[in-house]
């Protein structure tokens, strides 16, 4: 039988269904609830039929440009005529943007509805919270003011808590007010030993991408013996999801966890890869070989599995 948590892996993942390499936008089309494009129609989105805006997807990913970039709807005119998605003016967007609130509506809802009935059950009915943070700018400040802190309830997608810290005090679960049975999940900024802690001590888990440097792993029941991970890394084919038990150790003992990774594809290796290398260069960084070999897997850490009793 397959390992519950390389299964919980591959339904996340979507690996049954999303081939490596998908384009992105039709990636962004499969996580959308069934009959949302017919809905642009129902729900008047599409009620101005002329223009180059001819379809609901095209409609969609114009005005995601406004609403997610934070462009202007001139800027988003240009940049959609650039990318030969539309050539519409940023008046007729905005026509667009006022005709599109109820889809909008429509399909927050529909994903509300389906997470709420999907995402319980694969954690046997244990509340997915997703951890995060964000750095906010005030008018006219030449840099980043503020940090943001904040859980999302996976069920319902609306944020359970919120902290505003100064941009000086960096990310963890610690901060994170959690109830037993709570299973937190979160990226390489929030994978330390001592957030794992804290969530392990009010009665939760955690699902955290794993970070080499701040979550060191021993081999399961050793005495102190580093896990190396790469030479089993190496043995995974593209889109090949693997599992592994490990343990973490802190100043209060071992910490049982269960590794669960997946090896990308050529074309989503050389994505990662290129952002490392900018991210590197803005910040006057080098890159280790070993972080370079790492770009082509995605690992994540959990303690979801082995604090449940049979």
Do not use: N
Not at 99 to 128: C, N, T
Not at 157 to 177: D, K, M, N
Not at 263 to 272: H, N
Request: glycine content about 8%.
């Amino acid at each position: 039988m397959k390992d519950e948590q390389v299964q919980l892996a591959e339904d996340w993942w979507g690996l049954d269904e999303l081939e490596s390499g998908r384009p992105e936008w039709e990636v962004v089309e499969h996580l959308l609830p069934a009959g949302w494009e017919q809905a642009s129609r129902d729900c008047r989105a599409m009620v101005y039929s002329h223009g180059s805006i001819t379809s609901a997807s095209v409609l969609l990913r114009v005005l995601l440009i406004h609403l997610l970039d934070g462009c202007s709807l001139r800027e988003t005119a240009v940049r959609a005529r650039e990318g030969g998605l539309a050539d519409v003016s940023d008046v007729a967007l905005l026509k667009r943007l006022r005709s599109s609130g109820e889809w909008f509506r429509w399909m927050s809802q529909a994903m509300i509805e389906r997470l709420a009935g999907s995402a319980r059950p694969v954690l046997a009915g244990r509340a997915l919270k997703l951890i995060d943070a964000s750095v906010v700018s005030e008018p006219g400040a030449t840099g980043s003011t503020w940090r943001l802190h904040y859980a999302l309830d996976l069920s319902t997608l609306q944020c359970e808590q919120a902290h505003v810290t100064p941009i000086s005090v960096g990310e963890g679960l610690a901060r994170f007010e959690v109830s037993p049975g709570d299973v937190l999940m979160g990226d390489r900024g929030l994978a330390h030993r001592q957030g794992v802690r804290h969530v392990l001590d009010h009665g939760g888990d955690v699902i955290l991408r794993m970070s080499t440097l701040t979550l060191p792993l021993e081999k399961l029941q050793e005495q102190a013996q580093a896990l190396d991970l790469l030479p089993r890394l190496r043995r995974l084919r593209v889109g090949q999801v693997q599992g592994w038990p490990a343990q973490l150790r802190d100043a209060q003992g071992i910490i049982p966890v269960q590794v669960c990774a997946l090896k990308k594809s050529a074309r989503q290796t050389r994505i990662t890869l290129e952002k490392l290398h900018r991210t590197a260069k803005r910040k006057g960084r080098k890159l280790r070989p070993r972080t370079l070999e790492m770009a082509g897997y995605v690992v994540v850490v959990s303690t979801y599995a082995m604090q449940r009793k049979p």
